[in-house]
């Protein structure tokens, strides 16, 4: 096996890296592979024969599970902290070390082999968040087989076809998760998604959990029992080119869209990226609020932090309410968190509770160095916040499940660029990001366009979609030939900053003029009384489309006052013609008292907008509330 030697970041101005990336991708990701070990080194970066399906390192050989436990214990840190289990909702905090968690893993990875699991074979993880879910990915990679998480309390009928898409030979469940003060249990919905599908998986590995037993059948399996018994497993050499995960992109119907993620690009993209994006290296503490049940939680919960070798934190709670809206600063500073990464939502969510952020002075958060969003556009408003709140740089970053690590950011481990409000900075090595008009062509800086990705993509993005290369190319590759398409809109600037305004579905024409729902909300957010908010385009018989806009207030305004609401309007509606133009025409916005989102943060437009012209929307599997969406449904059908 060649082994690792410690590599911390590139060296050289982010210029001067990026173009390295662009004029010798060969050398650039093949150096970058040498931080990691390999039963057998690759020689090739790059099997470019089939586009649109690349390959990375197509004769290399490792195993990411042994890359993130393995390789740092037998460099002699097997005592520092691995994972941090912080759980307010349970009143619990456990710290496991490089040696105690690859003896967790390499354990439960005995017990799935004894179950039956070996290379190519499928898991599916229906998990809450506790280490468990972490230990269970990690054992599946162990064994080369390849896991899909799906986000714990999905729907049973949800998690169903995923079930019969990824036809597992084994579940991995818990008996219930917790959501805020509620206790949900799994075992019920477990059961009643098997009955569902046609695929019947082989046994169901279930982690009793003391806030809810669940009642075990035949074909069920105890976590407890099962891991008192197993002899650990070592992990198995496995392509690089291989399977890792498969991750359903939220918000599907009918048949989902799972993400293939191959093995050793996306650890050498990950690994590469924790000192260079992050700037966190091995020892220090990455605290990332987000769920192993979507791309971020795989990303930079579990597996990038491990690869890294620092201390990554797994938080079991809410931004707010559980108990109150310093939790995240309690978790920064028990665990000297250098970085931190969570979506604009949560910081909008602290806002509301507490606008001038006094939690933050019970706290000692003088280690915190960074904080990056993702998920969704950050608005300026939340950035001003925050950053004025913390002191900080405060990062905005774009990427998707379908890229696995960011396309564009502020390179904090090789240099901090110039930070422009509503944009998340400059394309990372590797991503050749350019904006097209509907025909195709390029456009001048500044002007919006469709945001699409030079082929081919990085190390770390999808490979296709499972079992389904025909729908990953009409999907993403088919739209501009030789490009990927993001699904957003925006614009490059003069200074090569990345734009990104929202999906392109969010951009609507008002009486022929395209203008950007995004653009509006930053204008509506920039009012010192409004939490958050949204902008819609919905069906006019006169203009088109015309947009409405809906604004959560902060805690301590007082709507209720005579005429507040009216006055409210007023000025929001004269913000929009001011900075953006009569031709916006925004004269309707409502005030509610949430907006419906994923659980992962996303505001559900496209589901409020269908409501609002008269569509029988379903709710979609990944909301988080739906009590919100019954209360905003007789708002945007004025009822």
């Known amino acids: 096996m060649r082994t690792s030697t410690e590599r911390s970041r590139d060296v050289g101005t982010y210029e001067e890296i990026f173009r390295s990336s662009v004029e010798d991708r060969e050398g650039f990701w093949l150096r970058a592979t ?13 099997d470019e024969s089939n586009p649109p399906f690349y390959r990375w390192f197509p004769d290399g050989e490792l195993n990411i599970s042994h890359n993130a436990l393995d390789r740092h214990v037998d460099a002699g840190r097997g005592e520092q902290a691995a994972l941090v289990y912080d759980s307010p909702v349970t009143g619990t905090k456990r ?6 968690l690859r003896d967790e893993v390499a354990t439960f990875a005995g017990v799935l082999r004894d179950l039956g699991v070996g290379y190519g074979d499928r898991v599916v993880l229906y ?5 468990e879910a972490a230990i269970a990915m990690l054992a599946c990679a162990r064994l080369g087989a390849i896991h899909s998480v799906v986000f714990g309390g999905f729907a049973a009928k949800e998690l169903a076809v995923r079930i019969d898409d990824a036809a597992p030979k084994v579940m991995v469940s818990a008996s219930c998760g917790i959501e805020g003060k509620r206790v949900i249990e799994y ?18 590995v279930v982690l009793q959990r003391p806030q809810a037993e669940a009642s075990m059948g035949e074909k069920d399996v105890d976590w407890a029992e099962a891991v008192r018994t197993a002899t650990p497993a070592d992990p198995v050499p496995v392509r690089s080119t291989d399977p890792l995960y498969i991750l359903y992109t939220s918000g599907t119907t009918g048949k989902p869209k799972g993400v293939v993620r191959d093995t050793g690009g996306y650890a050498t993209a990950l690994n590469w990226s924790m000192p260079n994006v992050y700037d966190v290296g091995p020892g220090e503490a990455m605290f990332t609020a987000s769920d192993v049940g979507w791309v971020v939680g795989h990303s930079y919960i579990v597996y990038a932090p491990l690869l890294a070798g620092a201390t990554t934190v797994l938080y079991e709670g809410k ?21 931190m990464f969570t979506a604009p939502t949560a910081f909008r969510a602290i806002k509301k509770e507490d606008p001038d952020g006094t939690f933050t002075k019970d706290y000692d958060l003088s280690k915190l160095k960074y904080l990056f969003l993702a998920g969704e556009r950050l608005d300026p408003e939340t950035y001003r916040w925050a950053s004025e709140l913390l002191g900080i740089p405060v990062i905005d970053h774009w990427w998707q499940t379908e890229t696995g690590w960011p396309i564009a950011a502020d390179p904090a481990g090789i240099e901090l660029l110039e930070i422009k409000p509503g944009s998340p900075t400059r394309p990372m090595p590797g991503w050749d990001v350019q904006v097209l ?6 456009v001048e800086a500044g002007t919006d366009g469709a945001i699409v990705v030079k082929l081919p993509m990085p190390p770390g993005s999808l490979l296709t979609l499972w079992n389904d290369d025909e729908r990953f190319v009409q999907s993403y590759m088919s739209a501009f030939s030789g490009y990927y398409l993001t699904g957003d809109g925006g614009h490059l600037d003069g200074d090569g900053y990345v734009f990104v305004m929202g999906r392109t579905d969010d951009v609507i024409n008002v009486a022929g003029h395209r203008l950007s729902t995004g653009g509006m909300e930053e204008v509506l957010a920039g009012h010192a009384d409004v939490a958050e908010c949204a902008v819609i385009g919905v069906a006019d018989t006169m203009k088109g489309q015309i947009p409405r806009g809906f604004v959560v207030l902060k805690s301590g305004v007082d709507a209720d006052a005579d005429g507040y609401e009216e006055k409210l309007r007023g000025e929001l509606v004269e913000m929009v013609r001011d900075q953006i133009g009569a031709v916006a025409s925004l004269k309707d916005v409502a005030v509610v008292p949430a907006l419906p989102k994923t659980r992962s943060g996303k505001i559900l437009r496209k589901t409020m907008r269908g409501i609002a012209d008269g569509h029988d929307e ?11 969406l019954d209360t905003l449904r007789p708002v945007l059908r004025r009822e």
């Open 34 to 46: 040498e931080s990691l070990d390999w039963y057998k080194a690759p020689t090739r970066a790059l």
């Open 319 to 339: 931004p707010v309410g559980t108990p109150d809206a310093g939790q995240f600063w309690r978790v920064i500073a028990e665990n000297d968190v250098t970085s």
């Open 437 to 442: 008009d509907t025909d195709g062509k390029p």
């Open 618 to 628: 379903p709710v979609p599997s990944t909301i988080d509330d739906a009590s919100v």
């Open 95 to 100: 710290t496991y070390t490089y040696a105690q």
């Open 127 to 131: 998990m809450p968040m506790v280490p």
């Open 187 to 204: 075992k019920p919905l477990l059961d009643k998604a098997i009955e569902l599908s046609t695929h019947k998986p082989e046994r169901n």
